[in-house]
């Protein structure tokens, strides 16, 4: 089955950068899109970033556009997420995602990694 497995979170200043990482398996990880979600606690999941199979197409949310950078590695079956500029209302679990395509609605995600804790602090 698909599992997808994120590291790299941690506690970082305002300012600071953080790389995530999310190793797939179990899928044929060129045929899909990938994405970064984050929830903050007590607040709804939100979209951050997606990359498309090829890695040629990629869309931001507002608040992280300029700051993140979202890439992929088809040969290692990993997907990245850069951040840059790090804010404390980055502060969030952030989750990586499977889908068909690169859009930013949470429906179109089929499978969930278990999440990695990034905490801002200012």
């Known amino acids: 089955q698909v599992q997808l497995v994120e590291s790299g979170g941690g506690l970082v200043q305002a300012g600071g950068s953080l790389r995530l990482s999310c190793a797939a398996s179990?899928?044929?990880?060129?045929?899909?899109?990938m994405a970064w979600f984050r929830q903050a606690p007590g607040k709804e999941r939100e979209f951050v970033a997606t990359?498309?199979?090829?890695?040629?197409?990629?869309v931001y949310a507002d608040s992280v556009k300029g700051r993140f950078t979202i890439t992929r590695d088809n040969a290692k079956n990993m997907v990245y997420l850069q951040m840059n500029s790090l804010k404390p209302e980055d502060t969030a679990v952030y989750y990586c995602?499977?889908?068909?395509?690169?859009?930013?609605?949470?429906?179109?995600?089929?499978?969930w990694g278990q999440g990695t804790q990034v905490t801002v602090s200012s």
């Open positions: 179990g899928l044929t990880f060129s045929n899909y899109a």
């Open positions: 990359i498309n199979w090829s890695g040629g197409y990629t």
């Open positions: 995602a499977k889908g068909r395509t690169a859009v930013k609605t949470t429906r179109d995600y089929d499978s």
